[in-house]
Nanobody
């Protein structure tokens, strides 16, 4: 069992940056694939990025070049560095963990955090 807690969300102006963190506990962290999804009101949960235990990363086209995912296994933490934020980035951002390789599908992840709100103003 893995527990995930996101932090770092908040209000930012368009064009600004935020760094999200996800702290993991409960089970070994280093062999899990970690990812970030987001969900805006009235919309489906959207894949953003994933990072494998090897360091290989995957990004959705909507955030490629603006978001960077990284992990620090010693701290049991995964990060999302977000820049050039747009109002359409406003959503609840969720951290996730699983044992599959390179998936962008919600159903391939086993554990989820409660989410952190990111609001981007015009």
């Amino acid at each position: 069992q893995v527990q995930l807690v996101e932090s770092g969300g908040g209000l930012v102006q368009a064009g600004g940056s935020l760094r999200l963190s996800c702290a993991a506990s409960g089970r070994p962290f280093s062999r899990y694939a970690m990812g970030w999804f987001r969900q805006a009101p009235g919309e489906e949960r959207e894949f953003l990025a994933a990072i494998m235990w090897t360091g290989t990363t995957y990004y959705a086209d909507s955030v490629k070049g603006r978001f960077t995912i990284s992990r620090d296994n010693a701290k049991n933490t995964v990060y999302a560095e977000m820049k050039s934020l747009k109002p359409e980035d406003t959503a609840v951002y969720y951290c996730t963990a699983g044992v599959v390789w390179g998936s962008s599908r919600q159903g391939d992840y086993d554990y989820w955090g409660q989410g952190t709100q990111v609001t981007v103003s015009s």
